[in-house]
Antibody
Framework: EVQLVESGGDLVQPGGSLRLSCAAS????????LNWVRQAPGKGLEWVSF????????DYSDSVRGRFTISRDNARNSLSLQMNSLRADDTAFYYC??????????????WGQGALVTVSS | DIQMTQSPSSLSASVGDRVTITCRAS??????LHWYQQRPGKAPKVLIY???TLQRGVPSRFSGSGSGTDFTLTISSLQPEDFATYYC????????FGQGTKVEIK
């Protein structure tokens, strides 16, 4: 069974930093691309970042580029998101999400349960 | 970025109704369009990918159509567990989601 479990969500002050982690199991981790998708409370979905299966290809939304860094450790089956210079509008549930196999398309086939990041003084 | 516009933003329907949700892209995206369902307090789950392919385990009352800029998600006979929010999602270029359509009980 595919499982994605986020951790690291917390309350942080504006301008602060936080690191989210995602522990993956139930699939061959280094065969799949991964993403972070966030959702502000009561709002819609926003894609945040992507990392390819090997870790060398990354992409970011304009809203986080230059402040957030995605990385992965294929030996430990883990995904991370380092978030710096946090702002109030970064407050959201952050989901760790797997991309479907390349042959099937780029859709997001498995989602974690989400980690809440609250940016407030 | 490609803008995705869903309509309606919300709708009220009864069990057994046929429900249609549309999604329009600001430019052509081929069939790189996917649909997700999100129940309250839960993570989204994929229903339809590549515009019309039903994800394994998803009931056949769900169907998708369209290509280019205009897409449709149809629920042929609404069931109690289908009351949720639905999102379209394009992967043609930098990923973007529609704003969501909330399906409520009439």
């Amino acid at each position: 069974e595919v499982q994605l479990v986020e951790s690291g969500g917390d309350l942080v002050q504006p301008g602060g930093s936080l690191r989210l982690s995602c522990a993956a199991s139930g699939f061959k981790f280094n065969d799949y691309s991964l993403n972070w998708v966030r959702q502000a409370p009561g709002k819609g979905l926003e894609w945040v970042s992507f990392i390819g299966s090997g870790g060398s290809t990354t992409d970011y939304s304009d809203s986080v580029r230059g402040r957030f860094t995605i990385s992965r450790d294929n030996a430990r089956n883990s995904l991370s998101l380092q978030m710096n210079s946090l702002r109030a509008d970064d407050t959201a549930f952050y989901y760790c999400v797997r991309s479907a196999p390349e042959d099937d398309g780029d859709f997001l086939d498995y989602w974690g349960q989400g980690a809440l990041v609250t940016v407030s003084s | 970025d490609i803008q995705m516009t869903q309509s309606p933003s919300s709708l009220s329907a009864s069990v057994g109704d046929r429900v249609t949700i549309t999604c329009r892209a600001s430019q052509g995206i081929g069939t790189d369009l996917h649909w997700y369902q999100q129940r309250p307090g839960k993570a989204p789950k994929v229903l339809i990918y590549n515009a019309f392919t039903l994800q394994r385990g998803v009931p056949s009352r769900f169907s998708g159509s369209g290509s280019g800029t205009d897409f449709t998600l149809t629920i042929s006979s609404l069931q109690p567990e289908d009351f949720a929010t639905y999102y379209c999602h394009q992967t043609y270029s930098t990923y973007t989601f529609g704003q969501g359509t909330k399906v409520e009980i009439k």
